[in-house]
């Protein structure tokens, strides 16, 4: 097992910027596909990126690419989002997940192991 603990949200005006951290231990955390998803109050949980095991290769939601970039050090085990340009819509708790996959994907039911979130919120 995984054990994933995120930091790094906070209160951020639009167009601001944050950086997620995501620390893993348990393990080896090389040996997971990565990716973080967002739930808003009232709506279900979506996928915001995701990243393989080596790093080199990622997807995004639509509603983010350009303005995040998911990342990761194996060496460090931690998954890092680094989020600019923030709007209001990106206000949400924000989870990070690892699943045994050898490649990028994007459904969260494929992902075994979740955090237990942390809250980002853009005021307007």
């Known amino acids: 097992q995984v054990q994933l603990v995120e930091s790094g949200g906070g209160l951020v005006q639009t167009g601001g910027s944050l950086r997620l951290s995501c620390r893993a231990s348990?393990?080896?955390?090389?040996?997971?596909?990565m990716a973080w998803f967002r739930q808003a109050p009232g709506k279900e949980r979506e996928f915001v990126a995701a990243?393989?095991?080596?790093?080199?290769?990622?997807a995004y939601a639509d509603s983010v690419r350009g303005r995040f970039t998911i990342s990761r050090d194996n060496a460090k085990n931690t998954l890092y989002l680094q989020m600019n340009s923030l709007k209001p819509e990106d206000t949400a708790v924000y989870y990070c997940?690892?699943?045994?996959?050898?490649?990028?994907?994007?459904?969260?039911?494929?992902?075994?192991?979740w955090g237990q979130g942390t809250q980002v919120t853009v005021s307007a």
């Open positions: 997940a690892g699943s045994q996959s050898r490649s990028v994907i994007t459904s969260a039911r494929t992902y075994d192991y």
């Open positions: 990243i393989n095991r080596s790093g080199d290769s990622t």
């Open positions: 348990g393990r080896t955390f090389s040996s997971y596909a």
